[in-house]
């Protein structure tokens, strides 16, 4: 099946939506916002939301070419 697409970051994080939620909940509910949560003016939380945004893409894209480097690489067969 080929799939094309006109946004590859939607497509790229389309493939691991649940790896997306999961970790944005750990970061957004988590320990690490606590200091600034409910502190931040709009324009604070709009440059938050891109840098989480920049960071779910990055992370997808990392896991991808960790998964293809791993499906292409060569079976070790067990004695």
């Known amino acids: 099946m080929t799939t094309t697409c006109s946004f590859p970051i939607q497509l790229t994080i389309g493939k691991n939506s649940l790896m997306v939620y999961w970790v944005h909940v750990m970061i957004v509910y988590g320990a690490v916002?606590?200091?600034?949560?409910r502190r931040l003016d709009i324009?604070?939380?709009a440059l938050?939301?891109?840098?989480i945004t920049g960071m779910m893409v990055l992370?997808?894209?990392?896991?991808l070419g960790w998964k293809a480097r791993r499906a292409s690489a060569p079976k070790i067969a067990a004695a």
């Open 33 to 37: 916002v606590r200091p600034i949560k």
């Open 43 to 45: 324009g604070q939380a």
């Open 48 to 51: 938050a939301l891109a840098i």
């Open 59 to 63: 992370l997808t894209a990392l896991w």
